[in-house]
């Protein structure tokens, strides 16, 4: 989750986080290039006494600088278009779960097994343990086996709500009367974190979500008390 004073993105708990990351980099590393470049070019006009008249005229110039943007934004857009296309792709899950958005709380099925629903509401400062999150820790928490392709559908039954969990690289809008899906795969056991990410009302800031990942015979042991 979160911590304070933290500059860089969440640790990743998919593999798609992960490729995330490695773009966020490889485009901040083309970012900084940029703007040492411009930089370093602005300066060196500004301090010159000697000005060169061709300078502003010159078709040498008119070509390279329209080739290396486009030349640049190809670097970019590959890369992106190719982490798109796997955040749409979903091969064979093993568990589908149904996450419903309320004002202002989720609420979440698992069909697959047998009709099991819960709803999972923010827990109150009052009934916090010492080892809890106040504002983000809820009663019921959404339980994942590790190690499983999972898809996700998400709806909302009144406003728009998003279901948003950072260290997974997902965000999915839940929308009344539409089904939205994600893909969701996780290396470790964990407990993660996150937030509606759409302004759904006045109690918004208190919409958390909570996610458990397990080993299959735990998550079995889980489905088997409802």
């Known amino acids: ?14 593999p798609l986080m992960e490729q995330l990351i490695f773009f966020h980099d490889h485009t901040l590393m083309i970012l900084i290039m940029i703007t040492i470049t411009v930089t370093y070019i602005m300066t060196s006009m500004m301090l010159n006494s000697l000005i060169n ?14 080739i290396m943007p486009a030349v640049t934004l190809i670097f970019i857009a590959l890369p992106s278009l190719r982490i798109l296309y796997l955040m749409d792709e979903i091969n064979e899950p093993a568990l589908t779960i149904k996450s419903i ?21 923010m827990k109150p400062t009052n ?9 983000m820790d809820v009663d019921n928490r959404m339980m994942i086996p590790m190690k499983t392709p999972v898809r996700l559908m998400v709806t909302s ?4 709500h998003s ?18 899906q994600g893909p969701m795969y996780i ?17 918004h800031s208190f919409m958390p979500i909570v996610m458990e990942s397990t080993s299959m015979n735990l998550f079995t042991q889980w489905i088997k008390k409802f």
């Open 187 to 203: 290396k470790r056991p964990t407990i993660m974190y996150g937030q509606c990410s759409e302004i759904c009302g006045v109690n």
């Open 101 to 121: 958005g309320h004002q202002w709380y989720w609420s979440y099925e698992y069909s697959d097994f047998k009709n099991i629903e819960f709803d999972s509401y």
């Open 53 to 66: 008249r061709t300078l502003l005229e010159s078709q040498k110039i008119e070509l390279i600088w329209t």
């Open 127 to 135: 009934e916090l343990s010492q080892n809890e999150f106040r504002l």
């Open 1 to 14: 989750m979160p911590m304070w004073s933290q500059i860089n993105l969440q640790d990743a708990n998919s």
């Open 163 to 180: 279901w948003t969990i950072p260290s997974l690289g997902l965000k999915i809008d839940a929308t009344p009367g539409r089904l939205n």
């Open 157 to 160: 039954t009144d406003v728009i």
